[in-house]
């Protein structure tokens, strides 16, 4: 299990690298277009561009043109992938404390109870209990899977609040939004 785990953070420290080269080209062309942009609004559109420099007009074209989703993607999978083992401490700490406190089901008492359909006539009610504790403790361990469902849910929840709320807007309410700063600075 150590050795997926470590393989899992491997891929990601490869991803992160394929992301960071990927922005940084991005980038370069991004800050290309936005000089050009620069250029043509000032000969074209002077009053858009209004009580702004270029080197605000640039930030305010970056954060409206750069694609934000790789990184919250990259986020959100490092997040799941940091937060496996963590859940599963948890978890198990929180089955073992169930248990502890005598408030877990006890599968064997349940087998006994409760026979699996068809056991008896495949095998003797021994075996039959064998069966039904091994199938009652599978059914018993679903929580480790809500458990870690729950956990990847919130994670998701958080990175899609974050990237819907930080989104930027159009170049004119982005350059709005520059002038306000100035305004109060």
Known sequence: MPSLFFTALGILALAGFVYWRWSVKTRAEIEESAGLTWTRLVQQKSDLVEGIDESHFRAAFFRTHFPRFPKYALAAVTAFIVAL?????????????????????????????????????????????????????????????????????????????RYHTRRPGYIEEELANERAKRATS
């Open 85 to 161: 083992p963590v859940t599963f401490y948890l978890l198990g700490a929180i089955a073992w404390g169930m248990g502890s406190l005598g408030i877990s089901p006890d599968a064997e008492r349940l087998a006994r109870a409760v026979p699996v359909e068809g056991a008896e006539r495949l095998l003797n009610r021994d075996d039959g209990e064998t069966v039904a504790m091994l199938w009652i403790n599978d059914v018993l361990s679903i929580g480790y899977y809500f458990g870690l469902l729950f956990v990847w849910m919130a994670i998701v929840a958080v990175a899609m609040r």
